[in-house]
């Protein structure tokens, strides 16, 4: 059984650019979270989708968007980078509600 | 707003030796997950933890959870350096819309098992 599948594993930008990361959950799970991970603020969520619609939003500026598609497969899109958007971006997802989550290899983004 | 605090957050424990982490939250929840996290890379799932007095143990680790008190304990028996890693506990915090919730997690612990 597949894992969770996040492309790219790295990535270097510029600041002021912008980037997009995805991620395909376990087949069947229609939950896809996302969180970021930064040694000083540690892990913290950012969305949830759940059939093409957000669910819920962490405390991160409009900056941070996503999107989950038909196929439960989903994005997040980051503008404007910013030196401080350097961090492991992991996504996770589940099959329902009281499930237990599905972590990905995360995709580690850094900003120069 | 839910907290998660876990102590301590750095461990440095010989082999053979036992020891607990701890995980306090400041909300009722009813689900709380232990996860393992090896340097660069994902959070590998080790427990999920559903009712007051739930207790599950895989190997040398052992975790447990108590609502009232609202803390979760992970502990560590005969420890071998396999087992150094970092170990977050995450509560389940539900959100507004049905069916919505996401992870808060504590700190994490950076566990160091030496020879």
């Known amino acids: 059984k597949a894992g969770v599948t996040q492309t790219p594993r790295y990535l270097i930008k510029t600041r002021g650019q912008q980037v997009t990361l995805s991620c395909s959950p376990i087949s069947g799970h229609r939950s896809v979270s996302w969180y970021q991970q930064t040694p000083g603020q540690g892990l913290q969520f950012l969305f949830e989708?759940?059939?093409?619609?957000?669910?819920n939003k962490g405390n991160f500026p409009g900056r941070f968007s996503g999107r989950q598609f038909s196929n439960s497969r989903s994005e997040m899109n980051v503008s404007t980078l910013e030196l401080g958007d350097s961090a492991l971006y992991l996504c996770?997802?589940?099959?329902?509600?009281?499930?237990?989550?599905?972590f990905g290899s995360g995709t580690r983004l850094t900003v120069v | 707003e839910l907290k998660v605090e876990q102590n301590p957050l750095f461990l440095s424990m010989q082999e053979g030796k036992n020891y607990t982490i701890y995980c306090n939250y400041s909300?009722?929840?009813?689900?709380l997950y232990w996860y393992r996290q090896d340097p660069g890379k994902s959070l590998e799932s080790l427990f999920v933890l559903l009712s007051n007095g739930a207790v599950k143990q895989e190997g040398r680790l052992m975790a447990s959870l108590d609502t009232k008190a609202r803390l979760s304990t992970l502990h560590i028996t005969a420890a071998v350096h396999d087992l150094s890693a970092t170990y977050f506990c995450?509560?389940?915090?539900?959100?507004?819309?049905?069916?919505?919730?996401?992870?808060?997690f504590g700190k994490g612990t950076k566990l160091t098992v030496n020879p």
């Open positions: 996770a997802s589940r099959p329902g509600r009281a499930d237990g989550y599905t």
């Open positions: 995450a509560v389940v915090r539900f959100g507004t819309q049905g069916g919505s919730e996401k992870l808060v």
């Open positions: 909300t009722t929840s009813d689900r």
């Open positions: 989708y759940f059939s093409e619609t957000q669910r």
